[in-house]
T-cell receptor, first 110, second 115 residues
């Protein structure tokens, strides 16, 4: 029951550059969330954007949502080594459940 | 600070053993979830619970059962462990939101190896 799909699957950029990840989904949603997972650890919630919002910011993170295209993007500005992680989008699936995509692996090069 | 803890970070068991994975949250959340995460497959929902003594099957419940005797504790049970259950197991909790799913808070994960 895959809902969100991240693109690209993997991304390597130089420290200081901006990183952009995309998420596409199939059915209408109430909200969309982004999570980060450092290697071998649990997921950490980054940001939640509701279906009636178009853009949201949190520190160096900027999330956009285009419900007409059923897509979202996560922008990390001025990347740091500590941003190296996997990033997942998650869409609500009814009954308080969410469905995760397979993630984008981001590697920040020194 | 929000906290979800899991009983073990790493666990090695033998085929056929009964395995218990424990998860405890201190946020008074109603919802608790168990996922497994495998390379190339992402996170898949095994079971979830909306309240004490309530449980619902997720996408891949076969070979697993759960127990929720107290609100803060949600246990995942592998009745007879098999090698294809070698995986990373993640527990999460969230509050009831009504219509749209709320933020989920995750534990650090248990990497289970079944020999």
């Amino acid at each position: 029951s895959q809902q969100g799909e991240e693109d690209p699957q993997a991304l390597s950029i130089q420290e200081g550059e901006n990183a952009t990840m995309n998420c596409s989904y199939k059915t209408s949603i109430n909200n969309l969330q982004w999570y980060r997972q450092n290697s071998g650890r649990g997921l950490v919630h980054l940001i939640l954007i509701r279906s009636n919002e178009r853009e949201k910011h949190s520190g160096r993170l900027r999330v956009t949502l285009d419900t007409s295209k059923k897509s979202s993007s996560l922008l990390i500005t001025a990347s740091r080594a500590a941003d190296t992680a996997s990033y997942f989008c998650a869409t609500d699936a009814g009954d308080d459940k969410i469905i995760f995509g397979k993630g984008t692996r981001l590697h920040i090069l020194p | 600070d929000v906290k979800v803890t899991q009983s073990s970070r790493y666990l090695v068991k033998r085929t056929g053993e009964k395995v218990f994975l424990e998860c405890v949250q201190d946020m008074d959340h109603e919802n608790m979830f168990w996922y497994r995460q495998d390379p190339g497959l992402g996170l898949r929902l095994i079971y979830f619970s909306y309240d004490v003594k309530m449980k619902e099957k997720g996408d891949i419940p076969e070979g697993y059962s759960v127990s929720r005797e107290k609100k803060e504790r949600f246990s995942l049970i592998l009745e007879s462990a098999s090698t294809n259950q070698t995986s990373m197991y993640l527990c999460a909790s969230s509050s009831i939101s009504g219509r749209a799913a709320d933020t989920q808070y995750f534990g650090p994960g248990t990497r289970l190896t079944v020999l």
